[in-house]
């Protein structure tokens, strides 16, 4: 059996994940919300470990007893918007940051040492990664830098692969708060079955919606000044 460890198991992509990966291997799920952990344990395949993510003591304690892992999956991750860029909120952006962010490194540092010659290291990032959006100031910063992490650690891991995820809107508890539309918004199992083909075929970019991330792909391509100007429209 392959050992799996998951940050953010559970809620939407991650617990998706984790219950994908319990039907052949040994998954540790992580999270904060106690009550899931417990639901997520009553499966013989599923290890719950209670962690904040945004405490490396935390981390280390809680994975102290973890060894050898095939694939590490670092999805935790939260979602604020700035309303009003001018009276810039810095307490939102820190908070987005540090769960988005910062606490990959934390992961990093305790987890990617138990990662075995030949596994995999996976990142999820998000799709607004590609263009700048209206209000994603903390939310897009935070994940155009995870990207930026993976693909650079892609560079420096010779033994481990190393993937990125950048989803489209994906129906989960986080995205239910949005208060805009989400064109090509896809269901977690979708979400689920996108990223666990990507993993298993070690792909660099685990990318989908195709038909959404790659709109967003091309208009990454456009002049900033054009770009700007769209994004007005979007804005509107």
């Not at 994975?63 to 935790?76: F, K, R, S």
């Not at 959006?133 to 010779?158: C, H, T, W």
């Not at 685990?206 to 038909?211: A, D, E, L, Q, T």
Request: charged content about 20%; hydrophobic content about 45%.
């Amino acid at each position: 059996m392959k050992r799996v460890l998951i940050t953010g198991a559970t809620s939407g992509i991650g617990r998706g994940l984790a219950e994908y990966y319990a039907k052949h291997s040994l998954v540790y799920a992580c999270g904060r919300n106690e009550k899931v952990l417990g639901q997520l344990a009553k499966d013989e395949n599923i290890i719950a470990l209670k962690l904040d993510v945004t405490k490396p003591e935390s981390i280390a304690s809680a994975c102290e007893a973890v060894e050898d892992l095939d694939i590490l999956i670092l999805n935790a991750g939260s979602c604020e918007y700035i309303d009003d860029a001018k009276h810039f909120d810095g307490a939102l952006f820190k908070r987005v940051i540090e769960v988005n962010l910062l606490s990959l490194g934390y992961c990093l540092e305790v987890l990617l040492p138990k990662v075995v010659s030949g596994g995999q290291l996976v990142i999820v990032s998000s799709s607004a990664a590609f263009v700048p959006l209206p209000r994603a100031q903390a939310y897009g910063a935070s994940k155009a830098a995870a990207s930026y992490l993976a693909q650079s650690l892609a560079i420096d891991l010779e033994d481990i692969d190393v993937s990125v995820v950048h989803p489209g809107f994906v129906e989960t508890p986080l995205t239910a708060k949005n208060d805009f539309p989400m064109p090509m918004s896809v269901s977690v199992e979708q979400a689920t079955k996108a990223i666990t083909h990507g993993i298993s075929k070690r792909h660099k970019d685990i990318h989908f919606p195709k038909k959404f991330t790659l709109i967003l792909k091309l208009l990454q391509l456009l002049p900033i000044n054009l770009w700007l100007f769209l994004s007005k429209g979007i804005k509107r």
